[in-house]
């Protein structure tokens, strides 16, 4: 493990500790490297600001997980890490749900689940030719609606089970890319490739 990480890792645990108190938008980089016992100066080597540590916090602790998820066989794993995890960090999600941090909790959502989506279209698409725009359009159109059922469930206080809105995505998936990728098949579909 680096020097660089240890010094990150160190932070995000201060901030985490702090946001079980604090709104994140009431937390100062002070407070952070005061109970940690690290420099200010040693913060910004780091991080720009408190919002760009929250968003280290959310990639480093769930994407190392995700990487074996990005797969049709896999996703729904995936979104059951991401969910599992929100509800074992649920004040800091909430605390961030609910502050000017919130910006970075949905990018972090989009990106994580453009990127297990981007799997599961490439496993669906191994044996068609299917434009890459298509892929991108679909994986970044479903990527928002899944960042949308996992937001309306920080909405409501994290009270449904993850299973359950695990189990909702699939049904609203299940073969819904497939039939967009058939249909823009152009090996398949000729006309499509004019």
């Known amino acids: 493990m680096s020097a660089s990480y240890v010094t990150k890792k160190a932070l995000a645990d201060s901030l985490k500790k702090l946001m079980e108190a604090h709104p994140v938008n009431k937390i100062t980089v002070k407070m952070i490297t005061d109970g940690c016992g ?5 913060f910004y080597n780091h991080f720009r600001d408190v919002f760009e540590l929250l968003g280290w916090i959310f990639e480093n602790e769930v994407i190392e ?3 074996k998820c990005h797969s049709l066989s896999g996703w729904k794993t995936g979104v059951l890490i991401v969910l599992r995890y929100t509800l074992d960090n649920k004040t800091i999600c909430l ?10 909790l949905e990018l972090f959502l989009y990106k994580t689940f453009y990127e297990v989506l981007q799997g599961v279209i ?8 299917v434009d ?3 892929k991108k ?4 159109f479903f990527s928002y ?3 949308g059922q996992f937001l309306a469930w920080l909405n409501n206080g994290l009270k449904e089970n993850p299973e359950e809105i695990a189990n909702r995505v699939e049904k609203l998936l299940d073969g819904t890319i497939w039939r967009i990728m058939i249909n823009h098949n152009r090996a398949a579909n000729p006309i499509r490739s004019k």
């Open 122 to 129: 490439k496993d669906i698409t191994k044996d068609m030719d």
């Open 95 to 104: 605390n961030t749900f609910r502050s000017l941090g919130r910006e970075h």
């Open 145 to 147: 609606g899944i960042s």
């Open 137 to 140: 359009e679909t994986a970044d």
């Open 132 to 134: 890459e725009t298509i």
């Open 38 to 42: 690290l420099t200010r100066h040693t």
């Open 65 to 67: 997980d995700l990487e």
